[in-house]
């Protein structure tokens, strides 16, 4: 009878040890790191006008590289680098030359599993910079830094167990002050970007 309790109980210890290791590798098989490169169209879409002329802002196309942090197997951290030139003019008018923006972007995202496909969503906080400004045919123009919202959804797709493709939307609310030959009151205008990219990423 002994013998038998103390069979019963190591088989009943052994399936418990097994099942826990069961578990720790579902919830643990997964790259802590990832990295992405993309090739990006971004595509403004402003809202409203300078000194009541309406703006149009060229689209761009750029390398963008990202670097996400995973807590757990869904929750991760994603921030995103690159830079954009745009030429900006007034339809039908005036040259306003053009401007680099640097956006640096942090998403908080979560993903989901579906064999080799990994969607995932996402939003986060924008900080764009406006650098290299070129006024066109007016004397000068300004552009100010602003903070935005940033709103994604994406796929990526395993090739093996570090190399997957990625393909990534973005729409970031994003607007900033213009002043135009040193007035005494700005312009608010609204460019809202959206960024899509197809990419190769790399687990580690």
């Given at each position: 009878?002994?013998?038998?309790?103390?069979?019963?109980?190591?088989?009943?210890?052994?399936?418990?040890?097994?099942?826990?290791?069961?578990?720790?590798?579902?919830?643990?098989?997964?790259?802590?790191?990832?990295?992405?490169?993309?090739?990006?169209?971004?595509?403004?879409?402003?809202?409203?006008?300078?000194?009541?002329?309406?703006?149009?802002?060229?689209t761009?196309?750029?390398?963008?590289f990202?670097?996400?942090?995973?807590?757990?197997?869904?929750?991760?951290?994603?921030?995103?680098?690159?830079?954009?030139?745009?030429?900006?003019?007034?339809?039908?008018?005036?040259?306003?030359?053009?401007v680099?923006?640097?956006?640096?972007?942090?998403?908080l995202?979560?993903?989901?599993?579906?064999?080799?496909?990994?969607?995932?969503?996402?939003?986060?906080?924008?900080?764009?910079?406006?650098?290299?400004?070129?006024?066109?045919?007016?004397?000068?123009?300004?552009?100010?830094?602003?903070?935005?919202?940033?709103?994604?959804?994406?796929?990526?797709?395993?090739?093996?167990?570090?190399?997957?493709?990625?393909?990534?939307?973005?729409?970031?609310?994003?607007?900033?002050?213009v002043?135009?030959?040193?007035?005494?009151?700005?312009?608010?205008?609204?460019?809202?970007?959206?960024?899509?990219?197809?990419?190769?990423?790399?687990?580690?």
């Amino acid at each position: 009878m002994k013998k038998t309790i103390f069979t019963a109980l190591m088989l009943s210890l052994f399936t418990f040890v097994n099942a826990q290791n069961v578990d720790t590798k579902e919830t643990t098989d997964y790259s802590k790191w990832q990295a992405r490169f993309r090739i990006v169209s971004v595509i403004p879409s402003p809202g409203d006008d300078i000194v009541g002329a309406d703006v149009d802002i060229s689209t761009a196309y750029v390398p963008e590289f990202d670097l996400t942090y995973f807590f757990n197997k869904n929750l991760a951290a994603e921030l995103i680098l690159a830079t954009t030139k745009h030429d900006v003019e007034i339809e039908n008018g005036a040259d306003l030359g053009h401007v680099w923006l640097l956006p640096p972007t942090l998403n908080l995202q979560y993903h989901f599993y579906a064999n080799e496909f990994k969607p995932y969503v996402g939003a986060g906080i924008n900080y764009t910079i406006f650098y290299g400004v070129d006024s066109g045919d007016v004397n000068d123009i300004d552009y100010d830094s602003s903070v935005g919202f940033s709103l994604q959804a994406g796929v990526d797709y395993n090739l093996n167990d570090k190399w997957f493709l990625n393909l990534d939307i973005k729409k970031i609310l994003l607007k900033t002050d213009v002043t135009v030959n040193n007035a005494s009151t700005s312009s608010e205008v609204e460019i809202n970007p959206l960024l899509v990219g197809v990419g190769v990423g790399l687990k580690f």
